[in-house]
């Protein structure tokens, strides 16, 4: 046997996990995967979801060669050059016809995982020539890079929890015993949090859901979904009320405290428990605790981004962590340093762009080169947006009809497109509608730098991902796929482009330390792809050796010989030196954010008298969106799209254990099976997204048996968005449930 054990990360979450695979390259099979425990960062940790690894690789549902559909509804296999030339032919078409944009761009969750794919869609988007770009960011974590983008300068400026060091943790909306620390990339968070406690800490979970964490934590807290900014103004009074301000160094950098004071005046705890659901005393009692704790951090996640004040609640977590000294400082929200250097000091970047593109229908702006996502299926639709909708699409790993709101008219939107191309290894609810499918090698089958993941761990490291396998002849990579795509329709060839871009990226990052650019070409060498690229970052970056001048310093081939994460030390004290906004001040009441603050105190009476049932979403330790529910060691066990109701909700509408629930909003219906627990509160149901698999023409046939679940994003309402942000409301959707 030919078995040997090769080292790279798990591409599923951001915790970014390290592996050991045991592999034999020449009958091609996984034999094993682990987790490493030479790993300074996970440490031999891993979750169910890294056997996704293998399952991809052996998935005999997974496309493997381009395929066209064919005027019979039937596909066939094409060839790469003939499949590259019908995709660059029928989008050039449309943007000839009707310009470029009638072009739609959707980019999924998948791509931020393939370093290929970070560096190297940059050539699409410049093909496509399109303002007309969505994602999966504005479906989940958008707020976040919002508030980032004003408050810092930059959206990926993320602060992180230093849970390592920390002594209080709240976490609202969040649940990384699941997730592993959704931006906060924390291999094991089970061990991490029990180490908080153990070390004498606190930690506090505020969700509608008694979630995997909160059944950890030492207190958790019900709150009604949406309302979580009303809790965080209300900690924001106290903390001006009882004396309890103590910004710190940061202090001296902050612009805006007394309109925060002045703006927080409204929001008591005793005015706002009615509209949150915890009392006030509670409130006072967090906010004291905050404040006495040295290492406290307040950290929001998913479930305070996806709702109807995503951008204010973001923003107040910050405040709340400014006000009391909590950033950029060991054991509270603190900044990584990425080894690729993408995160140096630099010069102000200007204001966050709004618009000047705005959606047919409803006249909703870009934000930052985003359109809502809310905004998809509409921007589709031939009666809504008439001659200016979008007639053809390009889809990079994503399924957007299981993902975005409406997905039902997203589906008919689909069928109604003049050319769609997907970048996708299989036939799903989304692709099914594609005139073409380009298929990428699967991870095995290429190396790997956990790119986007260095800028959300807890920790500052470095890790290369060895390929496992040779890719089969007829495979391409995303990055070739993207290039080769680009330069058909850029009237050019595809290593004449990627010369273009590599002295691009050598004249910015080489320049900035005075290295001669022609000796660093010659020191990188003539193999194409994303390595060249992370080469270049990595050694005139933070930790580089500055090709020579430092010779202790990182470059690819150290990390390649390490065979795990190079650990390159704790978060460090740095937001002031990184800042890129105007006079590298923080504007902490910036009016891009509290012009919110009037809506939200508009809306308070509706939060207090609300009545019936509240839908939110919850995550699964054993799927990530709708991306793994094919492979059999996943899809195993009883059903997982279930609606968790509380037995009080059930008994007044006859529901029991395991019937079937019709479930209703405005925006559609589903049928579901009904779980009873506790573990929500009264008033709110839980149903998680990503299911739907029972479509015509899909080629998922685990999903279809196993878990074939429902589409909950048929229940999801695409009028309603977050004013600043125009991030989706994803939870807190009224609804009304009756036994089938």
Known sequence: MSARWFHRSCPICEASCGLRVLADRERREVLRIEGNAEDPISRGHLC?????????????????????????????????????????????????????????????????????????????????????????????????????????????????????????????????????GSLMGAPDVRKRLRAVQERGGRIVVVDPRRTETARVADEHLFIRPGADAYLLFSLVHVIFEEGLLRPGRLGEHVDGLDEIRALARDFSPESTARATGIPAETARRIARELSTHPRACVYGRIGTCTVEFGTLASWLVDVVNILLGRYDEPGGMMFPRPATGQHEPGGPLPPIPIGPYRTAVRGLPTIDGHLPASSFAEELDPERAGEKRVRGLFVVAGNPVLSMPAGDRIARGLASLDFMVAVDIYLNETTRHADLILPTAPQLTHDNYDFLCQSTSIHNFARYGEAVFEAEPGEKRSWEIYLELAARMLGTDAATLDQMGLVQNVTRFAGKLGLDTQAVLDALGPERGPMRLVDLQLRCGPYGDHFGRRPDGLTLEKLKAARRAIDLGPLEPRLLDILRTEGRRIRLADPLITDDVARLRERRAAYETAEGLRLVGRRQPRGMNSWLHNLPALAKGRPRCTLIVHPDDAARRGLHEGCRARVRSRAGVLEVDVALSDEVMPGVVSLPHGFGHGEPGVRLDVARERQPGANANVLTDDGPLDVPSGTSVANGIPVEIEAC
């Open 48 to 180: 169910p979801k890294a056997t996704a690894l293998a399952g991809v690789f052996e998935d005999p549902d997974r496309i493997r060669r381009p395929i066209r559909r064919m005027p019979d509804g039937d596909w066939a296999e094409l060839d790469w050059d003939e499949a590259l030339d019908f995709a660059a032919e029928g989008l050039r078409r449309i943007q000839t016809e009707h310009g470029p944009e009638a072009l739609g761009l959707y980019i999924g969750n998948p791509s931020g995982f393939d370093v290929g794919s970070l560096l190297y869609n940059r050539y699409l988007f410049e093909a496509l020539r399109t303002p007309r770009m969505f994602s999966a960011a504005t479906m989940d974590h958008f707020p976040k890079l919002y508030t980032s983008r004003v408050l810092f300068g930059k959206g990926s400026i993320l602060p992180i929890p230093d849970i390592d060091r920390c002594d209080y943790f709240l976490c609202l909306g969040g649940n990384p015993i699941v997730s592993q």
